[in-house]
């Protein structure tokens, strides 16, 4: 059993930054392959971006490519997803989840965390 609690979040401008975390708890994290996924009121969860457990490969939606990078902290049991040139598009619960493998489909992981709001004011 694994427990992911996100922060990071907030209110930022337009252009300007912000890195989420996911720290775990229960179990490794490092063995898991972990996924960011965000969603905005009245849409779908969507696929953010991925990293995988064994040889670190991510992926990332075409909508965020260039902007997130997603790295992992073993030593911390946390994953990152550093958020850059932001803009209102991006407002969103973000959410953390882990699984076996890594996968833009939300039901392809097994472990979620409670989201954290990022607001991106134009």
């Known amino acids: 059993q694994v427990q992911l609690v996100e922060s990071g979040g907030g209110l930022v401008q337009a252009g300007g930054s912000v890195r989420l975390s996911c720290a775990a708890s229960?179990?490794?994290?490092?063995?898991?392959?972990v996924g960011w996924f965000r969603q905005a009121p009245g849409k779908e969860r969507d696929f953010v971006a991925s990293?995988?457990?064994?040889?670190?490969?991510?992926e990332f939606a075409d909508s965020v490519k260039g902007r997130l990078t997603i790295s992992r902290d073993n030593a911390k049991n946390t994953v990152y997803l550093q958020m850059n040139s932001l803009n209102p598009a991006d407002t969103a619960l973000y959410y953390c989840?882990?699984?076996?493998?890594?996968?833009?489909?939300?039901?392809?992981?097994?472990?979620w965390g409670q989201g954290t709001q990022v607001t991106v004011s134009s």
């Open positions: 229960g179990s490794t994290l490092s063995s898991y392959a």
């Open positions: 989840t882990a699984g076996p493998v890594a996968s833009m489909r939300s039901s392809e992981y097994d472990y």
């Open positions: 990293i995988g457990w064994r040889r670190g490969v991510t």
